[in-house]
Every structure is written in C-alpha cells, then in structure tokens.
C-alpha cells in the first residue's frame, strides 16, 4: 500500500461558498470536479462559517442533505452516495448536527441496553461492500485517486527534470505506490501514455547505461562477447531498434569529431 501520512490535519481552501471558505476535512487535493453538477467527486464540502453542507446536484446548502435530495432531486442518501462517490458511512449533515445527534445516542446507549449494536461480520452496511465499487472518498482522504497520482508524478517530474522512474516513485513514494499503479492501470507506461509523459525506463543497474553502450562500440576494440542478461535488459530499454540503432548512433558522433 502506498505510504499513508501519519499525522493528517482538517484543511479549508477558497471556494464560492457562504463564507468564501469551505472545510475539506481530511481529503488532499486535487480534486475531480463534478460533471452536471456541483463541488468535487468523493468530497463533501462544509462552509467554513455556516457550517452547512453543499449538495453537488443544485449548490445550495442546508444543514442536512438527505431531507433536500429526497424531495427536490429524488435521490435517497444510498444513491446521492453512489452517484457522487462518498463512501455508505459518510453522513450528509453538518459537524454541529452531527455532534447533537451523538450525544443523544450516547445517552440512549447509556440507559437503554437494546440501543447498544454488536459488532455483525459481513455487515452490508459498513462501508462499500457487497459488490458496490471503492469509493473516490476513501482515495482523496490518501491523495491516491486518479488526479492526485497524475499530480504527484508530474510534480516529481517537474523536480527532476524528467520523466520519473519506477525507482524515483518508489523512493519518493515508496514501493506501494507502484503496487498501486500497476493494478489499478496496468502498467506505469501506459498511466505515463494518459497523462501525456514519455515513459522513463528504470536502469536498476547504473552500471549499464546508455552511455556505457556507446562507449563501448565507439571504441576501436572488436567485441563478440555476448551481452549478459543484466547487459540485454538494459541495451534494449535504451535502444528498442537494437545493435542498428546504436551503430546510426555511433557512427553520427564519429562524424561529429572528424568535422
């Protein structure tokens, strides 16, 4: 798994809100904005003053969600959910509603014994299971959905000054992060193909690189060594036309030293 930050802090950024700030809690941006719609996938956004929640089908806030999405958009909370990529359990009211409701419940689990639930294995209802897909929610609360990894590899990228490798992500981000990569998108090289990136290969072996090749058949000594399969890997990462490409190669610097 990819390496989760030990310590996260609630975040408010700008946005057209009553107040011109909202709460985005523990979410890391960026986000996927919503298509027909309003606010971000997988995000509930609260107004940093009001403390209201914004309904990402019309924009408008209100203190609890599930009354307004059932009587103007005819969604139940399960598919206003579903639709906009939360998670089962997240509620659809704000911090102040929530806090009031729990200290009701606490006091009805305190004095009534059949208010008090046990823990039931398989639960349909704890969180996204039974067959219903992850949620975006639960990879915007660790900066690993679909935007967030396109971000980060090109903030690295920015910051090398190429395209990084699979060894740069797996010192930056650790080796989980490329787990992530490979199941979710097949391979690196095609992520690196969706988010416009020339696919830089790994050399595990800094022995071998592209100008220890070169040197090698720019020098004057004849060679019918075979190359070991270390050699192999990494000739034909550098040079996918193989010994014909390296030759044009060679043979372009020759002439660049006679002239």
Same mark, same amino acid.
């Given at each position: 798994?990819?390496?989760?930050?030990?310590?996260?802090?609630?975040?408010?950024?700008?946005?057209?809100?009553?107040? $011109?700030?909202?709460?985005?809690?523990?979410?890391?941006?960026?986000?996927?904005?919503?298509?027909? !719609?309003? %606010?971000?996938?997988?995000?509930?956004?609260?107004?940093?003053?009001? %403390?209201?929640?914004?309904c990402?089908v019309?924009g408008?806030?209100?203190?609890?969600?599930?009354?307004?999405?059932?009587?103007k958009?005819?969604? @139940?909370?399960?598919?206003?959910?579903?639709?906009? !990529?939360?998670? *089962?359990?997240?509620?659809?009211?704000?911090?102040?509603?929530?806090?009031?409701?729990?200290? &009701?419940?606490? %006091?009805?689990?305190?004095?009534?014994?059949?208010?008090?639930?046990?823990? *039931?294995?398989?639960?349909?209802?704890? %969180?996204n299971?039974?067959?219903?897909?992850? /949620?975006?929610?639960?990879?915007?609360?660790?900066?690993?959905?679909?935007?967030?990894?396109?971000?980060? &590899?090109?903030?690295?990228?920015?910051?090398? !000054?190429?395209?990084?490798?699979?060894?740069?992500?797996?010192?930056?981000? $650790? /080796?989980?992060?490329?787990?992530?990569?490979?199941?979710?998108?097949?391979?690196? #090289?095609?992520?690196?193909?969706?988010? $416009?990136?020339?696919? @830089?290969?790994?050399?595990?072996?800094?022995?071998?690189?592209?100008?220890?090749?070169?040197?090698?058949?720019?020098?004057?000594?004849?060679?019918?060594?075979?190359?070991? &399969?270390?050699?192999g890997?990494?000739?034909?990462?550098?040079?996918k036309? !193989?010994?014909?490409?390296?030759?044009?190669? #060679?043979?372009?610097?020759? /002439?660049?030293?006679? &002239?």
């Amino acid at each position: 798994m990819p390496k989760y930050p030990k310590k996260i802090t609630l975040r408010k950024m700008k946005y057209p809100s009553p107040s $011109g700030y909202v709460n985005i809690g523990k979410y890391i941006p960026p986000f996927e904005k919503v298509v027909n !719609g309003f %606010g971000f996938i997988g995000v509930v956004i609260e107004d940093y003053g009001s %403390g209201k929640i914004m309904c990402n089908v019309c924009g408008k806030w209100f203190e609890q969600l599930p009354t307004h999405i059932s009587h103007k958009h005819n969604l @139940n909370a399960e598919e206003y959910k579903m639709k906009f !990529g939360l998670l *089962v359990s997240t509620a659809l009211k704000s911090k102040k509603m929530r806090l009031a409701q729990s200290k &009701i419940m606490q %006091g009805m689990r305190a004095s009534h014994p059949k208010h008090c639930y046990k823990f *039931v294995k398989n639960n349909v209802w704890a %969180g996204n299971r039974k067959d219903k897909p992850k /949620a975006v929610e639960s990879r915007n609360k660790y900066g690993v959905c679909d935007l967030q990894i396109a971000e980060r &590899i090109r903030n690295l990228a920015k910051e090398l !000054g190429k395209t990084p490798t699979l060894t740069d992500l797996s010192e930056r981000y $650790g /080796a989980g992060f490329m787990t992530l990569l490979n199941s979710r998108y097949g391979s690196y #090289v095609k992520l690196c193909h969706n988010i $416009g990136l020339e696919a @830089n290969y790994s050399n595990f072996n800094p022995k071998y690189s592209r100008e220890y090749f070169i040197e090698k058949a720019s020098s004057n000594e004849p060679s019918t060594r075979i190359l070991t &399969i270390n050699e192999g890997r990494a000739f034909y990462r550098y040079f996918k036309g !193989g010994i014909k490409e390296l030759r044009k190669i #060679v043979n372009k610097i020759k /002439a660049r030293n006679e &002239i």
